[in-house]
């Protein structure tokens, strides 16, 4: 069924009419034109398609668009501000963290999430946080280091 739905993506109110099950990841790559989140395996198991939805990590692949209805949506396009990257995006490039690239937009809206809550998270604590985001090329020691990284940086401020 067909329904209005309004929400904030990063930081634009969007509203669309669309059918209330149709998954997040469709409306946002398809219908917006964000193709920073990535479809992986479709059943929320890799986390690809990684998107926040009011600061929380969300399988797009799989929530339904009516579930976003009155919240804010953060994809990786919405961190950077100004032009200038998030300190997250800018330790990925800085420690060659993106082999491929693909596994990269939800592994950095995972941190984030991780960082938010937990300034300065230990080598395990960031293990465990982001042990559900799969990278085929093998690319952990350095999404680990960008992390550490990121969080070195952003310890003498708020995170954004």
Not at 18 to 25: A, D, G, I, N, Q
Not at 28 to 37: E, K, M, N, Y
């Amino acid at each position: 069924m067909k329904r209005s739905i309004q929400f904030n993506l990063n930081g634009k109110t969007q509203i669309l009419t669309v059918e209330e099950s149709r998954k997040l990841l469709w409306v946002i790559r398809s219908d917006l034109g964000l193709t920073g989140c990535k479809y992986g395996c479709g059943r929320g198991y890799c986390g690809a398609c990684t998107v926040l939805v009011n600061n929380r990590t969300v399988r797009s692949c799989i929530y339904p668009i009516s579930f976003v209805d009155g919240k804010e949506v953060v994809t990786i396009e919405g961190l950077a501000k100004n032009g200038k990257l998030h300190p997250l995006q800018k330790a990925f490039v800085d420690h060659d963290a993106s082999q491929c690239g693909y596994c990269s937009p939800g592994m950095i809206l995972t941190a984030y999430t991780l960082l938010l809550n937990n300034k300065r998270p230990s080598y395990d604590e960031i293990i465990h946080h982001m042990d559900k985001n799969l990278c085929r090329c093998g690319s952990h020691t350095r999404i680990v280091r960008a992390i550490q990284a990121a969080a070195r940086e952003m310890n003498t401020g708020e995170l954004r």
